[in-house]
């Protein structure tokens, strides 16, 4: 198994997530991706309200991690933010975790159960007409 | 026998709901038509044709019609003025001639043989008889016109309790509450698979598929059955609508988005490249059903609006036509190179053109090898097949 000795970031993103708040945060969050294989957890549990903006700016971040060997993974999606991700054909790039801690456990080792909540969402099946 | 009808449409009994999606769920539309329609032509199909309909609006709405046939009235009435205003349109018909008068709030949708209603309370000689489906009471009565105080405490008590005793007929036709937004969408599956006697207002185009005068379906775009697309709705290139999902009045799907087992409402506009699945979207929000969540979309790429007033927007359609071929022109000169039409395969896997920089990320639809073997099988497995 690997051993993963590398820090992991966990950063919780901010309420409301537009155009001026993606900029301030992914300003804060560059330090990290330009490090050497950057290991980053998004925290989205108090994402209230999340615009294309917020969405362009997750991707930018996923595509500096990836340029640098790294990864970004999401963790504690709120209903909004999976919906506009849901919307937006953007939730299936990304790892999503039900809390940070297994986000953050995630870089270290495989965990089948971590994702069993999206799993379980994904295969429901539709209360409505197929 | 002068019968006459009233209908009741307000919101104190699914007040959140009706705040999400910012009016009473009768008066939306549904495959093309509101409840409050449907339950009107049903009256008159019945030889019920004086009906009159109280509706709740805020006061600034102005006068609206709902979409009624002309020979009904309409009568909106501010929350607080609500059953004053219903019990002032019963008194008015009694004065009026009336001998029975059918009142019906919307709530529940009941497909109700009123023939058998009327019937059933003229064999009772009671003063006010009423309908139920199984457990269920509806708020369906049917009441003396003679019997102002009868009336006058139903609507006192917002129909809750009537002052004499009122024998239920039961009902065994379909049923559908509407209280919630849930079943606002499982009443546009029943309608489309034909569950319910009530149908899709439009031409079926093809099995399964209905549309309404003046839907524009570009090329390009598919709609599967079953579905709706209302009057002067639009779906753009690319689109795609499946699995029940129903397009109302003047809403625009935009390219290359798959709008499965979901209703756009009126004046909505779904930006291009989204995938809305199981939920209703439109005034700015999205209840999602599988989340059980609503949520509000601030951002007009994604979901957005027209607006209701035809006049503005016969201006935004002239602009957008003056400012087309100047557009192409700037294109054809500044565009380093021309973009290769997409077609649908491409299109579905890739993310929103709204994201911007972040735009056209492959999102592969069926996330196997498979997918890029046997490249049509996507579209076949996820959205159905003609």
Known sequence: MDINSRP????RMPERLNARTAREFLRDVRPFLAADRPQVVFDLSLVAQIDASGVEMLLKCMSEAHKRDGDVKL???SDQAAVVLELTRTERLFEIYETSTEAARSFSGFLPNAMRQQLLHNKRSTPLAA | MDIRGILLANSEQNVAENQALGAPLATLDVAGKSTLQRMAERLQQYGISSVSAVVEAAPSSGVRNFGLPSDVTCVSAAPDRFWRTAESVFNDMAQSGAELVVLIRLGAYAEVDFEKQVQFHIDRKERVTRMASDEQMLEIFCISASRRNDAASLFRTQLAHCRSECPVLQHDGYVNPLATTRDLRQFAIDIL???????????????????APGALIEKGARVLAPAFVGSLARIRSG????RCSSVERHAEVDCGTVVENST????SYVGAGLDLAHSIAGMGSIVNLHRDVTVTIADRKLIGSTSVAAGKRFLTSAAEAVTYLPKLAFQGIFAVNRAQKPDLQTTLRKTTPALGTAAGFETSACDTETSHKFPNMV?????GHQ
């Open chain 2, 193 to 211: 698979t034909r569950q319910a006697q009530t149908c899709a207002a439009g031409k079926e185009i093809k099995p399964g598929v209905w549309s």
């Open chain 2, 379 to 383: 579209v076949a497995r996820r959205y």
């Open chain 2, 264 to 267: 756009v409402l009126p004046f």
């Open chain 1, 8 to 11: 992991v970031v966990v950063k």
């Open chain 2, 239 to 242: 689109a795609v609508i499946t």
């Open chain 1, 75 to 77: 963790a504690s999606l």
